[in-house]
Nanobody
Framework: QEQLVEAGGGLVHSGGSLRPSCSAS????????VGWFRQAPGKEREGVSC????????YYEDSVKGRFTISRDNAKNTVYLQMNSLKPEDTANYYC?????????????????WGQGTQVTVSS
């Protein structure tokens, strides 16, 4: 069964770091780009980052550029999101998702599937 399973969220102080992971079935990584979107209470879903399954290029939303890094370990079928210099406004539920397209210039398309999410809370 194709699935995406997140882990590694948590509570940190402002300026801290977290590295959530996304375990994906091999069929997902072989056919889709994988990335992360987040959603905070009362706010719209926001695409954060994705990594292309075609060339490994990565897209970052402007507010996380220079602070977040996405990577994938094909041997482990896992995608990571290294989050540094976290800010209170990064607080949200983070979801790993599969996308039909991810490009540096245009970001990601609408997700075709996603996991259950992992909560990231940054205190001031």
């Amino acid at each position: 069964q194709e699935q995406l399973v997140e882990a590694g969220g948590g509570l940190v102080h402002s300026g801290g770091s977290l590295r959530p992971s996304c375990s994906a079935s091999g069929s997902i990584l072989g056919h889709y780009s994988v990335g992360w979107f987040r959603q905070a209470p009362g706010k719209e879903r926001e695409g954060v980052s994705c990594i292309s399954n075609k060339d490994g290029s990565a897209y970052y939303e402007d507010s996380v550029k220079g602070r977040f890094t996405i990577s994938r370990d094909n041997a482990k079928n896992t995608v990571y999101l290294q989050m540094n210099s976290l800010k209170p406004e990064d607080t949200a539920n983070y979801y790993c998702a599969a996308y039909t397209s991810c490009t540096v210039a245009n970001g990601m398309t609408q997700p075709v599937g996603w996991g259950q999410g992992t909560q990231v809370t940054v205190s001031s």
